[in-house]
């Protein structure tokens, strides 16, 4: 891009009041909040679920990552449609899977059928890990993309301090053997909430370039704040990232070997921190502490602790940058998960298992908690940035499924093991991101590919 179309572009970047920039944020950013309640209100049911199925820890671990199964193959399956058909457009699908899996998990028959509703959330949390983000990615100004990507983070982290806080709620209800129906039942509302709300989006203006429907894309670009000899600068901007090789339209690991480790690393690691085996059992990981405050209590704080301090990430995303951030947080979260581990081990007092997730919260969070989405989102080049995207989600997804799995297990037999592993898992992130990955904050997605030295022929 030439100095004066910089300028342009500078100049066209809207602000972040801007209306139509926030209704598609705020909007898209809803499917993280369906995606944080859905990941964590299982940990109020764990109990109840397996008196109610007399399930063994195997059998709970299964019940548990049924939906991350699902997650799984959502997260696989939904880059291809989402660069075919435009992100937008399979969100409003996923919005539907997700109100079907609350009413159905909520009205379940029998284990096997709540195991089906539960995959079919799984799906949608695993879609829209990858869709929403690049969604946001596509529409955000490069100078603001961090910020407003890591809002689907903040919508994540909110949706599970209020699956923490219904859980709560519901217990004092006392709806008895119900309960854990309610539960889940509750994620309906903000399903429906959802998809009206993404009758009012546009598709991206990237997108509709890339589908030769330029007039689309001048109107899509006017929604959020940007029109005349801008909207036209854009559209030219957006067009220098098209190479006319019908390569370019595949995703290979010979083009795009390096955004694909990257997009691997990133999300790998956020899963070998341990963070959501903590958040699925949190209530059975404080009850194995044997301290005296309520395990519901606890993990109200720990949510509330979270929110906190992926709103510091948010605002330090795009100052400080994404690498500094993963290298802080690695270091943070490997001497909390050992103080953890020493605890759950009965060498230091229970109390400091509470202490020691805190600790961990207030470096993941603004780490790799805000970090992970932003940074999958915006290494791959456009014609496959959804199923870019999907490598990363999807590496995501199966270690978050397969951690699940087998968590009850490895406790069972030594508490403060895993805690021990995935303390080994952020020292091994540290010298990674220290060696490996490059800085891409107030990087414009068409010229990430330079900056990530990837090959661009």
Not at 46 to 60: C, F, G
Not at 82 to 89: A, E, F, I, L, T
Not at 387 to 412: E, M, Y
Request: one cysteine or more; charged letters at 15%.
């Amino acid at each position: 891009m030439s100095d004066a179309d910089a300028a342009i572009s500078s100049e066209a970047e809207p602000p972040l009041t801007e209306p139509g920039l926030l209704i598609c944020t705020i909007t898209i950013a809803l499917a993280g909040l369906l995606f944080g309640f859905d990941t964590a209100v299982i940990s109020g049911t764990t109990e109840l679920l397996r008196q109610e199925y007399d399930l063994s820890p195997v059998w709970l671990g299964v019940t548990v990552s049924s939906a991350l199964w699902g997650t799984l193959v959502g997260a696989l399956v939904a880059g291809t449609p989402g660069d075919r058909y435009g992100s937008r457009n399979v969100l409003r699908v996923l919005a539907i899977f997700y109100l079907v899996s609350a009413v159905g998990s909520a009205l379940a028959w029998d284990w096997t059928s709540l195991l089906v509703f539960r995959v079919i959330g799984g799906l949608a949390v695993g879609g829209a890990s990858v869709l929403a983000p690049v969604y946001i990615s596509e529409v955000a100004p490069p100078s603001r993309r961090g910020r407003l990507v890591a809002s689907f983070q903040f919508m994540v982290i909110t949706g599970i301090l209020l699956a923490y806080i219904s859980n709560a709620v519901i217990v004092g209800m006392d709806v008895g053997t119900a309960e854990w129906r309610w539960k889940f039942g509750v994620a309906a509302a903000p399903a429906i909430v959802f998809f009206l709300l993404l009758l009012r989006v546009p598709h991206t203006p990237r997108w509709l370039t890339g589908q030769d429907r330029e007039d689309e894309a001048r109107e899509a670009l006017s929604f959020i704040g940007i029109s005349g000899r801008h909207a036209d600068a854009e559209i030219a901007h957006f067009r220098e990232g098209e190479t006319g090789d019908a390569d370019a339209e595949k995703l290979s690991w010979r083009r795009h070997s390096k955004p694909i480790l990257l997009a691997i690393f990133v999300a790998g690691f956020n899963q070998l921190s341990g963070i959501n085996a903590m958040l699925y059992y949190l209530n059975d990981i404080f009850a194995a502490a044997g301290n005296d405050l309520s395990p519901d209590l606890q993990a109200i704080v720990i949510g509330v602790v979270n929110t906190i301090f992926t709103a510091v990430g948010i605002l330090f995303i795009d100052r400080l940058g994404r690498r500094p951030l993963l290298l802080i947080g690695s270091a943070g979260m490997a001497v909390s998960l050992v103080v953890a581990a020493l605890a759950l081990n009965g060498v230091l007092p229970g109390i400091y298992v509470l202490v020691a997730l805190i600790s961990f919260i207030v470096f993941f969070a603004p780490s790799t908690g805000a970090v992970i989405w932003v940074y999958i989102s915006e290494v791959f080049p456009q014609p496959v940035r959804g199923r870019g995207s999907a490598v990363g989600a999807s590496t995501h997804w199966g270690l978050n499924a397969a951690i699940a799995a087998v968590f009850p297990s490895i406790a069972a037999a030594s508490q403060g093991l895993p805690f021990f592993v995935f303390a080994a898992m952020m020292v091994a992130q540290f010298v990674i991101v220290l060696t490996f990955f490059p800085e891409t904050k107030n990087v414009p997605l068409e010229k990430m590919e330079r900056q990530l030295g990837v090959r661009m022929t």
